[in-house]
Structures are given as C-alpha cells and as structure tokens.
C-alpha cells in the first residue's frame, strides 16, 4: 500500500494569487495524478505528473493556469494560479504503486476556497 | 473514451437492509479494471472493492459484493446489511491496462450519494 500526504488539508485565498499544494508518498511511484473535485461533483483528472519529463495535461487544463512539479519519484507540487471563485474545489493527489496491484491510493485532498 | 455512468444521483437505505448501487461505462478495450470508492465527508477516498474484467467471477468484500456483466458493460455494488458508517458517496471508477508498467489514470462516474436511514 501507499500513504499519501497531501498539504494543505484546507485553504482560503483571496482572487488572483496563487497556492501551491504539496502530495508525499511514502514509496516510490512511477506516476502521480491531480484531480479536481468541483462542489458535488466527481472527479476530473487535471495532469499526470511524471518524474523526469513535463506534467501532461487533460483538456481544458493549462501549464500556465496549473503548474506542476515532479522533482522526484516521492513528491509532487500543484499549483492553482491567478485564482478565481471558479477554482473554488477540491483537488486531490493519487499514485499507483510500480510494482503489483491496481489501487490507486488518494491523499486527503485539499479544499480550496476562493473569496 | 472510455466513459462511466452511475445513473442514482442519490440513493437511500434503512439500517440492516440491502442497496444496490448502478454502474455503466463504455469501453472497446477488452482488459480493464473497474473499481468503487467511497467518499465520507472527510473527503478521503476509500477503496471498497476491484473487479478486474478478465475474471468472470464477481468480487466479495465482507458486506460489498459486485455484480459484473461483461457484456452488458454494468458494475453494480451490493451493500449488504448496510451500516450507520456505509453512508457516503459512492464513485464508479474505470482503469485501462497499465502500459509500459506504469498504472493509467481512474475514469469516474459523477457518484451515488448513499444515506442509510437509522
């Protein structure tokens, strides 16, 4: 199995900056995913964060509007930039583990708040 | 695209009874995991059950079982003496084979919300 961290656990920002959310896993992890959980919805994938190589992105999701960084194979950042009310949710981390299974493991997610 | 469906948007069961939650999804892939996770209001998403789609036999949890009809292309959730603690949303989820040893991303549905009823 894999535990994730996932900082912060919640957040209010005001419109137009920007927050960074860190994901920590404790075992080494060939792929890291973000996703995005919009009030009373489901879950959305935003990128796969590879280590080593550019985050890929899903449609309607952009570098510039969710920067992230995959330094190595235990950790990973999303940034929300320039935020609006829009990008009020929940995001979460998830990885799957290298070797066997197929569970995806989830961090705590961080519920953002923009005002 | 793979797609998944859940077409309950809320559901609600007494205490001690038995619910069924739906799933369908939409794939041309032949190998494939299917998966339901539940989500209390804490937000963190809990593994209750995995189907892989090449074993034809459905997948036993204690009180969670599924029925998977391959053909059909239907996942459905069977909560058996459903508990205080079983209430959350439910979330179908979709996952193709890995490739190049590395797990894809989980496809999921928009959740059953489940209330169990005292």
């Known amino acids: 199995s894999a535990v994730i961290s996932q900082k912060p656990s919640r957040d209010i920002c005001q419109r137009g900056t920007s927050l960074t959310i860190q994901c920590q896993v404790d075992?080494?992890?060939?792929?890291m995913f973000w996703y995005r959980q919009q009030p009373g919805q489901s879950l959305t994938l935003i990128a796969t964060?590879?280590?080593?190589?550019?985050?890929?992105?899903e449609s309607g999701f952009v570098i510039d509007k969710f920067p992230i960084s995959r330094p190595n194979l235990t950790f990973s950042t999303l940034t929300v930039s320039n935020m609006s009310p829009e990008d009020s949710s929940i995001y979460l981390c998830?990885?799957?583990?290298?070797?066997?299974?197929?569970?995806?493991?989830f961090g705590q997610g961080t519920r953002l708040t923009v005002v | 695209a793979q797609t998944v469906t859940q077409s309950q948007p809320e559901m609600s069961v007494q205490e001690a009874e038995t619910v069924t939650l739906s799933c369908t999804y939409d794939?041309?892939?032949?190998?494939?995991?299917l998966f339901w996770y539940k989500q209390p209001p804490s937000r963190q998403m809990i593994l209750v059950i995995r189907?892989?789609?090449?074993?034809?036999q459905n997948a036993t949890e204690n009180r969670f079982s599924v029925n998977f009809q391959k053909a059909a292309k239907s996942f459905s959730l069977k909560i058996s003496d459903s508990q205080l603690g079983d209430a959350a949303m439910y979330f179908c989820?979709?996952?193709?084979?890995?490739?190049?040893?590395?797990?894809?991303?989980?496809?999921f549905g928009k959740g059953t919300k489940l209330s169990v009823k005292p």
């Open positions: 794939t041309s892939e032949s190998d494939y995991y």
């Open positions: 964060a590879n280590q080593g190589s550019e985050a890929t992105y």
């Open positions: 189907q892989e789609a090449y074993k034809q």
């Open positions: 075992s080494q992890v060939t792929m």
């Open positions: 989820a979709y996952r193709s084979p890995p490739k190049g040893g590395s797990q894809g991303n989980l496809i």
């Open positions: 998830s990885v799957g583990l290298r070797t066997g299974g197929t569970e995806a493991f």
